[in-house]
């Protein structure tokens, strides 16, 4: 009785699909199948009508209605017209120029990875989390400290204006999305011995920024910032405090970013990969993701770019790398993007993407933990005075208040979960491509404002790969 159920539904279901073919107005011989399941540029079908390959690899063209239907049913694009047709979403653009809070921001997060990615190696931060912070402490400061605040931080706007467009933006990015998980919050943590203004720890709020005492001589401040961290990172970030032992006044900023793609990256098609010069200069074979998408893609000189959107929540990772393909020796040279890095070179990458239908992206599974105590690069930057207790000018946070340190522990993974638009999973290397390995640069961006949130590297593709944050 099964097997006559199965007959059954087997025979509907292919009365269903010979119905959807009746709209064919033309089948493709045999020969121009690709054989492996690629694009093919010369199926071509009269009369606006759509290529698809079937599950037993017949090519037959379809209108767009039946063909939306078909590929629910397994049949598989066999042109970039029909990819683009049938996958094409619409898509907000980022704006040529960024302006208000997030120029201002930008300007900063570019100077500060300068710093950090200067010694080599890995680099992650949030530089949106550290700008908000002391757009907060400019409020409360006066005199040369204020000065330099507003220098290295670029502020020129209205403070009334900048504080409304912080708040706004933690109440979008904060709103409930059960896809991403960030925190850009700081917390400003004195020593009870000192008495902070109760009207400078309302207006921080607006900047994200909690400012709260303990007694530091005790621990208390210190495991008080550790449990802080842990809470608004769902625990993916403790220890915190270990790089301000000692410390009566710290700026502490657990950053952290988990997210999922828009679609994901076929579990069957992770390729080992190859990558020389890493830890101790031994080979190593992290996965590599791979697929075959319409997505979009920058292909500028020797610079390349994919826009890798995060599922409804109007951000985006940009990844950036330097070289034709990918491979060769020259291939992935960090210099080569950083030497030019502003930040209206960013906004301008993103800006100038447009759609591929057939971009092979390939991008390694891999994840950051990375802690850096701020104090001595934003003294490099010119922002001194916070930081020295008889110079210091912070009258309007507390009396006597200075900053001993800003301590920034940062963390993000990418894996399975995603991509752009994962509805072809093979590969072709004569169209094309956007590979990155070994090296490559990227930033997370608000693509409402063109706002960096977050900002790495990825020059050491030697690391542990099991997936820590994202479930």
């Excluded at 653009?93 to 990615?117: C, K, P, Q, W």
């Excluded at 006066?142 to 204006?161: A, H, N, P, S, Y």
């Excluded at 210190?222 to 710290?250: L, P």
């Excluded at 080569?336 to 960013?346: F, N």
């Amino acid at each position: 009785m099964r097997a006559l159920l199965l007959t059954v539904l087997s025979a509907a279901l292919l009365c269903v699909m010979a119905a959807e073919m009746e709209t064919a107005d033309a089948q493709f011989p045999r020969s121009a199948r690709s054989g492996s399941g690629e694009l093919l540029s010369d199926a071509r079908c009269p009369g606006g009508l759509l290529s698809l390959e079937s599950p037993r690899g017949d090519l037959v063209c379809l209108r767009t209605e039946s063909a939306k239907r078909l590929v629910l049913r397994g049949f598989e694009p066999a042109s970039r017209d029909a990819l683009l047709e049938i996958y094409r979403k619409p898509v907000p653009r980022i704006g040529a120029t960024a302006e208000g809070m997030a120029a201002e921001s930008n300007g900063f997060a570019v100077d500060m990875y300068r710093i950090l990615a200067r010694d080599g190696g890995n680099v992650f931060f949030s530089p949106i989390a550290v700008y908000l912070a002391f757009s907060a402490l400019h409020e409360g400061a006066g005199g040369e400290t204020k000065e330099q605040i507003r220098r290295v931080f670029g502020l020129e706007m209205d403070e009334g204006d900048r504080r409304a467009e912080a708040a706004g933006l933690l109440s979008r990015l904060e709103a409930h999305n059960p896809y991403f998980g960030m925190n850009i919050r700081s917390a400003m943590l004195v020593d009870d011995g000192f008495e902070v203004d109760e009207g400078y720890a309302e207006l921080a709020r607006a900047y994200g920024t909690h400012v709260e005492t303990a007694d530091a001589g005790s621990g208390d401040l210190a495991r008080m910032m550790d449990r802080w961290a842990g809470h608004a990172t769902r625990g993916a970030i403790t220890g915190i405090s270990g790089g301000a032992a000692g410390s009566a006044s710290v700026l502490a900023s657990p950053a952290y970013f988990e997210g999922e793609w828009e679609g994901w990256f076929p579990r069957d098609v992770a390729l080992p990969d190859w990558f020389i010069g890493g830890k101790d200069g031994d080979a190593s074979e992290p996965d590599f993701m791979r697929k075959l998408c319409a997505c979009f893609y920058l292909k500028s000189d020797d610079i390349r770019v994919a826009w890798l959107k995060y599922r409804d929540s109007g951000l985006s990772m940009f990844a950036v790398f330097h070289g034709s393909d990918g491979y060769g020796p020259f291939a992935g040279k960090l210099d080569e993007i950083e030497s030019s890095l502003t930040a209206e070179r960013v906004i301008e990458w993103a800006s100038k993407t447009s759609f591929a239908a057939d971009l092979t992206l390939t991008v390694p599974q891999f994840r950051m933990l990375s802690g850096s105590d701020l104090r001595d690069p934003l003294i490099e930057l010119g922002l001194a005075d916070a930081f020295d207790e008889g110079a210091a000018d912070l009258g309007g946070v507390g009396s006597g208040v200075h900053l001993d340190g800003v301590v920034q522990k940062a963390a993000i993974e990418t894996g399975w979960e995603g991509s752009v638009q994962p509805w072809w999973t093979s590969t072709n290397f004569n169209m094309n491509s956007f590979i990155a390995l070994p090296q490559f640069f990227f930033v997370i961006l608000d693509d409402a404002t063109g706002t960096i949130l977050f900002m790495g590297r990825v020059a050491d593709q030697t690391t542990e790969f099991e997936p820590v944050f994202l479930r």
